[in-house]
Structures are given as C-alpha cells and as structure tokens.
C-alpha cells in the first residue's frame, strides 16, 4: 500500500493564479482531511471531508475549495492564490471507528506551495 | 474549545539520557490523545495515542506517553534518547464526542539530541 500520496511536492504560483492540489489514498478510508503548516502554528484544519461526495470547513476555509468525488482522491483548490497561502499542505485520511468517529489519521508528504 | 499547549518551542538532550517532551490539552469532554513526530521535509508519522484504560501508552521506536487526567497533561518520554530521534514533535487532542474526528494540534516541538 502506497498510504496516503499529494501531488505535486511542490509549486510556485504567481498571485492570481490558481492550482488544485491532489491528494489519494488506497487504504479505504472515509475520513479525508487538508490542513496547512505553518511555522511555529502548527497544522491547521482547512476543509474534511466524512465520505465521497460530503465536504466541510475547517478552520481556516477561506480562499480554498475542496472536492471528493470518488472515495480515495480529495482535492484542495486554490482559485486565485494570495502570497498568504504560501505554507505547506499535508492531507490525512483515517477509518471510522464504528460510531465513535474516525480512527487516527494518517497523513501524506506534503505539498510545499509558494506564492509569489 | 479545544487546545494543545506545547510548552518547549525546542528540547535538547545529549544522546542516552532519558527525554521529556510536555503536551498540556483542554477539551470539553473526554480527550483521545496523540502524538506525531516530523522529520524534516517529511509527513507526519504517528507516533502513539491514548484512547482508554492504562494511563501508560508505549508507541513507536521506544517512545512512551503517560495520560494525566488531573493534570490534563499527556508528556511523551523516551528512557534513553537517540541521535535519530531528533525531529518535530507535535501533540493532538481531539474530543472523544465528536464523530467528526477534527483534531486540535499544538505548535510543536523541536527536539535535538546531540551525539
């Protein structure tokens, strides 16, 4: 099993532009995740994702969107990025466990974005 | 609300001695406990959680953490440290009722053990 993979590993946008960062993972899980890293804040939670075709907003949602359509891909897009979205972008995913919630979440490479 | 506090920005430890890194939480109900460790350019990898029952977790490659309720605290120790343990550590609560799973990490914490 692969885990959990972001493509790419990195990118610089010009202001304006816009990207979608993508993240997939094989192991089945319902629960999918986008946070951002920045120094010294720790991880903070964008948008979730609790199932194909579900999304919602985490803390920090403005000036992203986000798409799940099939189970294992859950794609973060940026339409017009702003320097202030330069950061590091980790998607996890975890399994439910039964009606407790998700398990622990497991998190890709990152994807290190500048923004000029 | 929930929050972490991860007191110790950085922890330094010369190789062999035992080492110590705080995590203080506050939630609302009952916490499941996590901590993950980043090497640099790298992912998060988990480390260890505490769910329920023995207040004592051990986790991976020899680390341990000890479940404070009183205290609220949730420290991650090791008895004898490596040069390779040197990495970002970072802690995470998130409420035990909430089927959302959304979790609350702290800034994290540098660790370098020197040789």
């Known amino acids: 099993n692969a885990g959990v993979t972001q493509t790419p590993k990195f990118r610089v946008l010009k202001t304006g532009q816009s990207m979608t960062l993508l993240c997939a993972q094989d192991m089945n899980h319902e629960y999918m995740y986008w946070y951002r890293q920045d120094p010294g804040m720790g991880l903070r939670l964008i948008h979730y994702s609790v199932g194909e075709g579900t999304t919602a907003k985490g803390e920090v949602p403005d000036g992203y969107n986000v798409s799940r359509l099939k189970k294992q891909n859950f794609l973060l897009g940026l339409e017009s990025a702003a320097p202030s979205q330069t950061s590091v972008y980790f998607c996890?995913?975890?399994?439910?466990?039964?009606?407790?919630?998700?398990?622990?979440?497991?998190f890709g490479p990152g994807t290190r974005l500048t923004v000029l | 609300a929930q929050s972490v506090a991860q007191p110790e920005d950085q922890v330094n430890v010369a190789e062999g001695n035992p080492l110590t890194v705080k995590c203080t939480y506050s939630?609302?109900?009952?916490?499941?406990l996590f901590w993950y460790v980043q090497y640099p350019n790298r992912g998060l990898q988990f480390l260890l959680k505490?769910?329920?029952?023995?207040?004592l977790v051990k986790g991976s490659y020899g680390f341990e953490a000890e479940f404070n309720k009183s205290q609220t605290s949730f420290h991650l120790k090791k008895p004898s440290a490596l040069v390779s343990d040197s990495a970002l550590y970072f802690c995470?609560?998130?409420?035990?009722?909430?089927?959302?799973?959304?979790?609350?990490f702290g800034r994290g914490t540098q660790l370098t053990v020197w040789p």
């Open positions: 995470a609560v998130r409420d035990r009722g909430s089927t959302l799973g959304r979790l609350y």
């Open positions: 505490y769910i329920t029952g023995d207040n």
């Open positions: 939630v609302s109900g009952n916490p499941y």
């Open positions: 996890a995913s975890a399994t439910p466990i039964s009606t407790r919630g998700p398990d622990t979440q497991y």
